[in-house]
Nanobody, 118 residues
Framework: QVQLVESGGGLVQPGGSLRLSCKVSGNIFSISAMAWYRQAPGKQRELVAV???????NYADSVKGRFTISRDNAKNTVYLQMNSLKPEDTAVYYC????????????WGQGTQVTVSS
């Protein structure tokens, strides 16, 4: 079993910065990738950023150049550094861990609210 606990969400002004954290615990072996998703009210959940076990990074076009995903293996934690925040970034942000070995499955955190407003 894998448990994910997100933190760092809150209210921030446009142009501000915020760092989200995702603490991973339990059976963390064979996790192939970590990802951040977000979901705004009335919209589909969308992929924001991915970091693979090999360190490859991918970002949604809407956040490229503003957001950075990273990891601290010693702390079993992944981060999402969000800079130059816009009101359209307002959403619930979710952390996901991907396991590829049988049985394959994804693990999700409970989400953390990010609100960008003046």
């Amino acid at each position: 079993q894998v448990q994910l606990v997100e933190s760092g969400g809150g209210l921030v002004q446009p142009g501000g910065s915020l760092r989200l954290s995702c603490k991973v615990s339990g059976n963390i072996f064979s996790i192939s990738a970590m990802a951040w998703y977000r979901q705004a009210p009335g919209k589909q959940r969308e992929l924001v950023a991915v970091i693979s076990s090999g360190g490859s990074l991918n970002y949604a076009d809407s956040v490229k150049g503003r957001f950075t995903i990273s990891r601290d293996n010693a702390k079993n934690t992944v981060y999402l550094q969000m800079n130059s925040l816009k009101p359209e970034d307002t959403a619930v942000y979710y952390c996901k861990a991907v396991k590829s070995l049988p049985p394959p499955r994804d693990y999700w955190g409970q989400g953390t609210q990010v609100t960008v407003s003046s």
